[in-house]
């Protein structure tokens, strides 16, 4: 089992940055992929940026170029970011880290607030 934990969310003004953590911990040698997703009021989770073991990026069209996907692997921990530059009002969501493991359901954890004014 892997636990994750996000953090970094918060309200920014457009144009603004902000960086996102996904720490991960348990059974961190059954995790393949990692990726963020995100989701909108009234609107389906949808996947932002993913990251795979090897190393290999996929981004949404819509953070091209103003989001960047990273992962660091440390001791019992590894650990997901996503920085995010240029934010735009339609980038206000809850966003989800998500652990793809071998031979076991994925693990998503628990969401962080991010919240862009205009």
């Known amino acids: 089992q892997v636990l994750l934990v996000e953090s970094g969310g918060g309200l920014v003004q457009a144009g603004g940055s902000l960086r996102l953590s996904c720490a991960a911990s348990?059974?961190?040698?059954?995790?393949?992929?990692m990726g963020w997703y995100r989701q909108a009021p009234g609107k389906q989770r949808e996947l932002v940026a993913s990251?795979?073991?090897?190393?290999?990026?996929?981004?949404a069209e819509s953070v091209k170029g103003r989001f960047t996907i990273s992962r660091d692997n440390a001791k019992n921990r590894v650990y997901l970011y996503l920085q995010m530059n240029s934010l735009k009002p339609e980038d206000t969501a809850v966003y989800y880290c998500?652990?793809?493991?071998?031979?076991?359901?994925?693990?998503w954890g628990q969401g962080t607030q991010v919240t862009v004014s205009s």
């Open positions: 348990g059974s961190i040698f059954s995790i393949n992929g």
């Open positions: 990251m795979t073991s090897l190393g290999s990026t996929i981004y």
């Open positions: 998500k652990a793809d493991l071998f031979r076991a359901s994925d693990s």
